[in-house]
């Protein structure tokens, strides 16, 4: 059973009424969730109920070892992850014995977070449960539950290989949201090719969040890194010391209110947030003057105007003593923080002691955070589906809320907020993900026969392609055939094979070099990108840069530093094709659909200043290259339908490339992915074509099923790519519309009105 009905709309008693039951009778419960704060908020919730006989307990990577083993014994309710179950359950099956014969339930809580590389390895995890299960003599009922699943049946059967029946009817009462499209204005800045440079949506995040903070409006601010979380809230906490120690006071400490926002255009919104309908763009960090944002809403009785001194600013009447603590009501919520520095800011936000949280997509989904009156986000969150979820966590007590999505300077977010229609009205999209590549399948072949020798009746329950994978193991020295089925043989741990999180390699150990302090650590192919020499790190509030990153050692060392600047590793890229499994006509040309190999090498990185994103330098690095077998989406044209182009003068290498950008930009609209999961690669005359062609493929080992995607939806996603650049407002390109931020080649060369004239040629047919 799956069900998928709105956010607070009642899931959780759903499935916690017969799980509470199968313990009662007798039996137990196996409560999966994406996140460790998920399950140790649900873990809370439990204990409330002071139901004796339900003994829970959580299993995950912050469960001390002293708890581990009374909780295989005697836990009926056990809260855990993929993770755990992948490498800690599953392969120790034997020692849960008891647990498993008696299992009734097994609930798969947030489902929809189970997509691309990781679903499908997720998917692959819950075939092992199963077999393990059957071992024992159960057959659990499963459950599963999500805010936001397109076709949740259909995609429940494809995580699950079970039949199910879905409910979807919602009736649970809820207040409004009014959503706000918010567009950071351009600066006076210039960036590469002397493109314009809009104010970054992290500075935007952070002047909202002072200025809620200020008014008394309970806020969590979704922010796209770990990074970006603590720098947004470390900004926000400047900014209200920057109010409480350096404004000038009267009287019994009333703000002198030194100037009023102007509207940059007649939908914009510049009342002061004293509620949840309204939008300010005070910018506290300076109080002559104001930063104003363009936004437009969802709710027709926004108004532009000069609003009074007195409810421009939301500080007053207000004792300096209680100005002074108002920097400590806001803090940063990331992984890599120790688990009990995680609930107790869980804890503070729900109490009240924190009015204001920045914070990843670790507090997306279902921890229960009531009493929010508004959400920011900090650039398109990747799907319609997280965009909800994350809207959803505001207002989560039926009163009304706001959500402001802020755009980033990115070809997505802009085109979203010029295009509202392709948000509002339109359903979540369909949840990719691919249990059948034989780079996820084939790890989780070996696991399974390492748990339990796997036979041919088990062969049905991975997929069709098992048998191939199953003769590629065998010929690889990995699994052994007997007449009894297929044993793993080796002394490893078959579970090291997957790594289900998609990363791959051993990770990175973060050390601070004057004290060997351990930090935190990143897995080895984000190292390349995140911990390079030179790189500015954040961990809790702290800035590092990076001494030295070793590969061999596994090791960054950093110092405690104080840097005005952020950094971005850039890379070039090799790709050929492989293979190719399907082709169409489109237009003119031909768009293709096969598996490539690519290959990518850090060689530099940019330093931008934070605040305002003016680029300072690009410094070289010496990096090994990293080698991809994936799956890519390419189109070809002609010499023939490109000649009249460069007759015309057009670039045409730079016409490719600027158009490649923009669809690496767009297709995040169409597939379940963000950018930062798919890579491209563009060229006039690419040696395995003979011809003029654009690449857009998969950043993860096999494929994740993006590049299909836009396969299957090419003249649509290409169609909106045209869109975005021909709607932007700049006149050579700037990162709104075809430039990249991981762009290799320093964004050189790239022509705007060529890629517009490319993408028509391309589309004429159409």
């Known amino acids: 059973m799956i069900i998928s009905t709105g956010t607070a709309s009642g899931k959780s008693l759903a499935y916690l009424t017969p799980a509470v039951a199968s313990c009662l009778d007798g039996g137990t419960v196996l409560y999966l969730t994406p996140t460790k704060a998920l399950a140790a908020d649900q873990l809370r919730g439990l204990r409330e109920l002071r139901i004796t006989q339900v003994r829970a307990a959580c299993f995950d990577g912050d469960t001390p070892f002293e708890e581990r083993t009374w909780v295989r014994q005697h836990a009926n309710y056990v809260l855990t992850n993929p993770d755990m179950l992948h490498r800690g359950i599953l392969p120790r099956h034997s020692q849960w014995s008891a647990f498993f014969r008696r299992l009734r339930m097994i609930v798969v809580d947030e489902c929809h977070g189970y997509r691309g590389v990781f679903g499908s390895h997720v998917a692959q995890i819950l075939r092992r449960l199963r077999r393990v299960c059957a071992r024992y003599g159960s057959r659990p009922t499963f459950l599963l539950a999500s805010a936001t699943a397109s076709e949740p049946g259909a995609f429940a059967m494809r995580l699950t290989g079970l039949e199910m029946d879905e409910v979807t009817m919602d009736a649970s009462p809820k207040g409004s949201t009014t959503i706000a499209l918010w567009e950071p204005p351009l600066t006076e800045l210039r960036g590469e090719g002397g493109a314009p440079v809009r104010r970054t949506a992290t500075a935007e995040a952070a002047d909202l969040l002072a200025d809620l903070v200020l008014a008394d409006v309970r806020t969590l601010a979704f922010v796209r890194s770990r990074r970006g979380a603590e720098t947004v809230a470390l900004s926000a906490r400047a900014k209200l010391a920057d109010v409480a120690f350096s404004t000038p006071f009267t009287g019994t400490g009333t703000f002198t209110d030194t100037g009023t926002p102007q509207a940059a255009d007649a939908s914009a919104t510049t009342d002061d947030l004293?509620?949840?309908?309204?939008?300010?763009?005070?910018?506290?960090?300076?109080?002559?003057?104001?930063?104003?944002?363009?936004?437009?809403?969802?709710?027709?009785?926004?108004?532009?105007?000069?609003?009074?001194?007195?409810?421009?600013?939301?500080?007053?009447?207000?004792?300096?003593?209680?100005?002074?603590?108002?920097?400590?009501?806001?803090?940063?919520?990331?992984?890599?923080?120790?688990?009990?520095?995680?609930?107790?800011?869980?804890?503070?936000?729900?109490?009240?002691?924190?009015?204001?949280?920045?914070?990843?997509?670790?507090?997306?989904?279902?921890?229960?955070?009531?009493?929010?009156?508004?959400?920011?986000?900090?650039?398109?969150?990747?799907?319609?589906?997280?965009?909800?979820?994350?809207?959803?966590?505001?207002?989560?007590?039926?009163?009304?809320?706001?959500?402001?999505?802020?755009?980033?300077?990115?070809?997505?977010?802009?085109y979203l907020v010029h295009h509202p229609q392709a948000l509002f009205g339109q359903p979540v999209e369909a949840i990719v993900l691919d249990p059948g590549n034989p780079y996820v399948l084939g790890p989780h072949l070996c696991a399974a026969a390492a748990e339990i020798p796997l036979t041919e009746d088990d062969v049905p329950i991975f997929g069709p392609t098992t048998s191939d994978v199953l003769d590629e193991l065998v010929s690889a020295g990995l699994l052994r055939k007997r007449q009894a089925g297929w044993f793993w043989t080796r002394r490893e741990r078959a579970t090291d094979l997957a790594d289900i999180r998609g990363g791959g390699g051993a990770p990175i150990q973060v050390v601070e070099a004057s004290t060997g302090r351990l930090l935190g650590s990143v897995d080895e192919p984000s190292a390349h990108t995140t911990v390079h020499t030179?790189?500015?790190?954040?961990?809790?509030?702290?800035?590092?840069?990076?001494?030295?990153?070793?590969?061999?050692?596994?090791?960054?060392?950093?110092?405690?530093?104080?840097?005005?600047?952020?950094?971005?590793?850039?890379?070039?890229?090799?790709?050929?094709?492989?293979?190719?499994?399907?082709?169409?006509?489109?237009?003119?040309?031909?768009?293709?659909?096969?598996?490539?190999?690519?290959?990518?090498?850090?060689?530099?990185?940019?330093?931008?200043?934070?605040?305002?994103?003016?680029?300072?330098?690009?410094?070289?690095?010496?990096?090994p290259p990293r080698t991809l077998r994936t799956r890519a989406v390419w189109w070809t044209l002609p010499a023939s339908a490109v000649a009249p182009l460069a007759e015309a003068g057009i670039d045409l290498g730079g016409a490719a490339h600027a158009a490649e950008h923009a669809s690496i930009g767009l297709l995040p609209l169409f597939a379940t992915c963000d950018r930062w999961d798919i890579g491209g690669v563009s060229t006039e005359l690419h040696a395995d074509t003979g011809l003029l062609t654009v690449f857009v493929y998969d950043g993860h080992e096999g494929g994740a099923g993006f590049a299909e995607r836009g396969y299957a939806r090419a003249t649509d996603w290409l169609t909106a790519t045209r869109e975005a650049i021909a709607s932007c407002e700049c006149e050579r390109g700037c990162p709104s519309c075809i430039q990249s931020p991981k762009c290799g080649n320093g964004n050189e060369p790239l022509h705007k009105r060529g890629a517009i004239r490319l993408l028509n040629t391309l589309l004429a047919a159409e």
């Open 274 to 414: 004293d509620d949840t309908t309204s939008a300010t763009t005070h910018d506290l960090g300076d109080t002559t003057s104001a930063t104003t944002g363009t936004a437009s809403t969802s709710d027709s009785h926004a108004t532009a105007g000069e609003p009074s001194a007195e409810s421009s600013a939301p500080w007053a009447m207000r004792d300096l003593s209680e100005l002074a603590d108002l920097p400590d009501k806001i803090a940063a919520y990331r992984a890599g923080y120790l688990a009990e520095d995680r609930r107790l800011l869980e804890k503070a936000l729900r109490e009240g002691t924190i009015m204001g949280l920045a914070t990843t997509n670790a507090l997306e989904l279902g921890v229960d955070v009531s009493g929010l009156d508004a959400v920011l986000i900090a650039g398109w969150p990747g799907t319609r589906a997280s965009l909800w979820q994350q809207a959803g966590r505001a207002g989560r007590d039926g009163r009304d809320a706001l959500a402001v999505l802020i755009a980033r300077d990115d070809p997505l977010d802009t």
């Open 534 to 623: 030179g790189a500015v790190y954040i961990h809790q509030g702290e800035t590092f840069l990076v001494e030295l990153l070793d590969l061999e050692a596994g090791v960054a060392l950093v110092s405690s530093a104080n840097p005005d600047y952020s950094t971005f590793a850039r890379d070039i890229t090799d790709i050929s094709i492989l293979t190719t499994e399907r082709s169409q006509p489109l237009g003119p040309g031909t768009l293709h659909f096969g598996e490539v190999e690519v290959t990518r090498q850090v060689v530099s990185y940019l330093k931008r200043r934070i605040q305002s994103g003016e680029m300072l330098g690009d410094e070289p690095l010496d990096l």
